[in-house]
């Protein structure tokens, strides 16, 4: 994991509905690793939205999806 995807994971974690912690780090870590082997394909971002978004604490969601973003754009420098 490198330092961005670190930053990205704690900042998900900490907005994680209680009792969905692991369900997510097993999501974020799959797509780090695809990211890694250069399989990342837009499909795994909107899967991985789309779950997380089912575990996400309500009062987090905006804030969520704007981090996503954010992340998708520098994903595509």
Request: aromatic letters at 8%; a negative charge; glycine letters at 6%.
């Amino acid at each position: 994991m490198n330092a961005g995807q670190e930053d990205f994971f704690n900042f998900i974690l900490e907005r994680v509905q209680d009792g969905q912690q692991d369900a997510v780090k097993e999501l974020l870590s799959g797509n780090f690793q695809k990211q890694a082997d250069g399989t990342f394909t837009r499909d795994d971002m909107q899967h991985t939205q789309t779950e997380l978004m089912k575990m996400i604490k309500p009062e987090a969601i905006e804030e969520l999806k704007t981090a996503m973003a954010h992340f998708a754009s520098q994903r595509q420098k």
